[in-house]
């Protein structure tokens, strides 16, 4: 199958300050990609969708301003966390599909940040 | 209407046991229903997925069943196993998105 890979793995970063995540389809090309947000033992909760070259489109009741994502190119979609406060902790998750529609999507591994 | 309600939160199966895990959905705009199996630390992977056109789909050990009618879809685990253990999503999306609507999850434990 297709592999999405995301960067960091995990992230521990203070209180006010900015966190990049990366997400990179290595082996295909992707106009839109999703960024999910996962608490612990709960369900994918998605928060917008990436698309490539366009203004990502948010989810209700997900900040803008602080959750900026960014599609510069077909292979890397980047979400930065801006002014991170505790309650931002989480886990970050990113998916793409090769084929568009709807089809299978492929997951990064996940990005575990906490914010102290 | 967007929702996708997954059932039981939790089961517990002996080794070898068929697991049972039941989705119901309200649009009737869903047109791909993949399972997807996380274990803890990653991300989902998919399983197995099924349209509405048909009632059935079997690959290895994983079966979907599909009742449009009902609106409701549930994936079965034959012969489970220890490596089985994961947290199982069911999802659903529209026709021409990528967007997906998961469920709530399913936490799978497998004793030998």
């Known amino acids: 199958g297709a592999v999405v890979s995301q960067h960091p793995s995990w992230v521990i970063c203070k209180s006010g300050t900015s966190v990049k995540i990366e997400c990179r389809s290595l082996d295909f090309q992707a106009t839109t990609m999703f960024w999910y947000r996962q608490f612990p033992k709960q369900s994918l909760m998605l928060m917008a969708t990436?698309?490539?070259?366009?203004?990502?489109?948010?989810e209700q009741g997900v900040e803008k301003d602080k959750f900026l994502i960014n599609h510069a190119s077909l292979t890397l979609s980047t979400l930065t966390v801006t002014s991170a406060h505790p309650e931002d902790s989480s886990f970050y998750i990113c998916?793409?599909?090769?084929?568009?529609?709807?089809?299978?999507?492929?997951f990064g591994q996940g990005t575990r940040l906490t914010v102290v | 209407q967007q929702q996708v309600k997954q059932s039981p939160q939790s089961l517990i199966v002996q080794k070898g046991g068929i697991s049972i895990i039941n989705c119901a959905y309200e649009n009737t705009a869903f047109d791909y229903f993949p399972w997807y199996q996380q274990f803890p630390g990653k991300g989902p992977a998919l399983l197995i997925a099924i349209r509405p056109d048909v009632s059935e789909k079997k690959e290895g050990r994983f079966t979907i069943s599909f009742n449009k009618s009902a609106k409701q879809f549930s994936l079965h685990i034959m012969d489970s196993q220890p490596g089985d253990s994961a947290t199982y999503f069911c999802?659903?999306?529209?026709?021409?998105?990528?967007?997906?609507?998961f469920g709530t999850g399913t936490r799978l434990q497998v004793f030998p």
């Open positions: 990436s698309n490539e070259g366009s203004k990502a489109t948010y």
């Open positions: 998916s793409g599909s090769p084929f568009g529609g709807d089809t299978e999507a492929f």
């Open positions: 999802a659903a999306s529209m026709v021409n998105t990528d967007k997906l609507i």
